[in-house]
């Protein structure tokens, strides 16, 4: 089992609506999450951290945190062709070593 | 503020040979840390350096080195280079040394050096 699982998509949706981008982490002790996004070519950005359970929300995007059910999620409404990247999800589990999921793909659609 | 800059952004070797990257952290940063990443396995973390200290190792060989200095730039090696050591490798500055001694995740990362072996 991966220590850190996404979808890899592509996940499509029509501009203007709601993304949502799941992962689940396999270390029960965690307690640092964090959503980076990279475009094509690029390198990685960090857009959310999440450190307790329930939401967190930043403009238009909002992380939520489950870690009973060890599930963290990104939202981002009113979706722009501009946020089409590949979203990836981390863990810290320590001294700034993050275990990156896999990351999905997000096409937003003009 | 300037961002993290790695050096070089394209190199070009050949088996066996060795190489060395260059970080330079955004300024006041003390943490630095190396990851690789390619299309098969995604970004792995390979080491972190703090006031010029190795807090924390990924599960590379040995052929993969690094280290720090005092003004907190930070260079990686990688000795008997193989094929698949083809990747991009990505350095990332963060300013905050702990979160209850764990430290915090935000990164900000350089552009990276793309290393292509042949």
């Known amino acids: 089992q991966k220590e850190v699982e996404q979808n890899s998509g592509p996940l499509s949706v029509p501009e203007g609506a709601i993304a949502s981008l799941n992962c689940t982490y396999s270390?029960?002790?965690?307690?640092?999450f964090f959503w980076y996004r990279q475009y094509s070519g690029k390198s990685p950005e960090l857009i959310m951290s999440i450190y307790s359970n329930g939401d967190k929300e930043d403009g238009r995007f909002t992380a939520q945190l489950n870690k009973a059910s060890q599930y963290v999620s990104l939202l981002i409404r009113d979706s722009q062709p501009s946020d089409s990247a590949t979203y990836l999800c981390a863990v810290n589990t320590g001294f700034q070593k993050l275990v990156f999921g896999t990351g999905t793909r997000l096409l937003v659609s003009p | 503020k300037a961002g993290v800059t790695q050096t070089p952004r394209y190199l070009i070797k050949t088996r066996g040979q060795q190489v060395t990257l260059s970080c330079s952290p955004i300024s006041g940063h003390r943490s630095v840390s190396w990851y690789q990443q390619t299309p098969g396995q995604g970004l792995q973390f390979l080491f972190e350096?703090?006031?010029?200290?190795?807090?924390n190792k990924g599960n590379f060989p040995g052929r993969f080195s690094g280290r720090q200095f005092s003004n907190s730039r930070s260079e990686m090696n990688v000795s008997t280079l193989e094929l698949g050591d083809s990747a991009l490798y990505l350095c990332?500055?963060?300013?905050?040394?702990?979160?209850?001694?764990?430290?915090?995740?935000?990164?900000?990362f350089g552009e990276g050096s793309r290393l292509t072996v042949l």
């Open positions: 350096y703090f006031s010029e200290t190795q807090r």
């Open positions: 990332a500055s963060s300013s905050l040394q702990s979160r209850g001694g764990l430290g915090t995740g935000e990164l900000f």
């Open positions: 270390d029960r002790g965690s307690q640092s």
